[in-house]
């Protein structure tokens, strides 16, 4: 049971991997930070979409435990917080929404709030790819929702986070929120804004602490918080 746990996850950790691969180009060198420029939107710019997709629920993540052996012994002592975690909510990024679209105002600028979780692999590959550009065609969302800029903010993986050296745990869990900020000009497909975004937080005191892990617990709704900050930073700018 507990390998066929984290085979679950193994895949979920892929089709993060490959939604990102698809929205930065697996073709091409690993998208590089894009910052944002406060030109880049202004009350004359154009309508902006606004979406949040959030692609992963709250799990627990052991880099470093590379073989099924190490990934069945690394559940297996974290039973308990493997099932705490699952009980966790990740409905607080939703928030951000409304966070983007009350900076979006407050400046002018035109925006749509479009429906949350919308599904990126349903998208269209672009017909090239290049660096500095999406892989998927948005411009559909263009003619659908009569936006010139993309807004999304996606998070691919959250909840508690472990290294391991094989079977051997290396350090005390910490709080794992990352996802990514990025501003897509239609109809080009192309990053006026990117950046990626990892909060790791750890427990203020002890750790562990069954059945409900309170330390683990703040640590992981801060982060949360502290994600939806660094996506906003730059906005408010």
């Known amino acids: 049971m507990h390998f066929l746990l984290q085979i679950n996850r193994l ?10 691969a698809f929205l930065t180009g697996c073709a091409t060198p ?21 979406a949040v997709v959030v692609a992963a629920k709250p799990n627990t993540h052991f880099p470093g435990a590379n073989c099924l052996l190490c990934i069945g012994t690394a559940n297996l002592i974290h039973t308990s917080l493997n099932a ?30 479009l429906p949350v979780d919308m ?13 500095g550009f999406t892989t998927l065609d948005f411009k559909g969302l263009q003619a659908q929702y009569g936006i010139d800029h993309l807004l999304l903010v996606q998070t691919g993986a959250m909840g508690f986070e472990r290294p391991f050296a094989s079977y051997v745990p ?7 929120v990352a996802g990514s900020v990025m501003m897509i ?15 790791r937080k750890n427990a203020d005191g002890a750790w562990d602490e069954p059945p409900s892990f309170p330390g683990l617990t703040s640590a992981y709704y801060e982060a949360i918080e502290e994600f939806k ?3 906003l930073v730059d906005l408010k700018k």
């Open 84 to 113: 705490h975690t699952a009980k966790l909510s990740n409905q607080e990024v939703y928030q951000i929404e409304a966070d983007l679209t009350k900076v979006l105002q407050s400046k002018g600028i035109p925006f749509v709030a």
């Open 30 to 50: 690993v998208q590089p930070n894009i910052p944002f420029a406060n030109s880049t939107l202004n009350s004359g710019s154009g309508k902006v979409g606004v």
């Open 11 to 20: 895949y979920t950790v892929l089709a993060v991997f490959f939604v990102s």
């Open 185 to 199: 000009k239609l109809p080009e497909n192309r990053l006026e804004w990117f950046e990626p975004v990892q909060i």
């Open 170 to 176: 290396t350090a005390e869990p910490h709080a794992w």
């Open 229 to 231: 900050d660094r996506v």
């Open 119 to 131: 599904k990126l692999n349903d998208l269209p590959k672009a017909a090239k790819i290049e660096a």
